[in-house]
Nanobody
Framework: QVQLVESGGGLVQAGGSLRLICTAS????????MAWYRQAPGPQGELVAK???????NYADSVKGRFTISRDNAKNTVYLQMDMLEPEDTAVYYC????????????????WGQGTQVTVSS
């Protein structure tokens, strides 16, 4: 099993900043792509940002230029620096981690964090 621990959410005024952190631990042979998703009230979620093992990144159009995703491979940790926050960024943010338990066939994994609430007041 793999455990993901998220931190860094909270309440902030519009224009402010927050930094989300997600650390993976447990039965990990290798971590591959890491990402942040968010879910505002309602059934749908969206990909916010994703980073690959070679630090290639992609972002939702709504956060480009304001959010930055990064990772520390030695710590199996992914970060999301969120600047110039807007009320529309209010959501529960989830980290998602892909990887492998071993180099044997069919040992890939995909895990979600528990979620952290981000609330941006106007």
């Amino acid at each position: 099993q793999v455990q993901l621990v998220e931190s860094g959410g909270g309440l902030v005024q519009a224009g402010g900043s927050l930094r989300l952190i997600c650390t993976a631990s447990g039965n990990i042979f290798r971590v591959d792509a890491m990402a942040w998703y968010r879910q505002a009230p309602g059934p749908q979620g969206e990909l916010v940002a994703k980073i690959t093992t070679n630090d290639s990144t992609n972002y939702a159009d709504s956060v480009k230029g304001r959010f930055t995703i990064s990772r520390d491979n030695a710590k199996n940790t992914v970060y999301l620096q969120m600047d110039m926050l807007e009320p529309e960024d209010t959501a529960v943010y989830y980290c998602n981690v892909n990887g492998r338990h071993s180099n044997y066939f069919r040992t890939e994994f995909n895990y979600w964090g528990q979620g952290t609430q981000v609330t941006v007041s106007s």
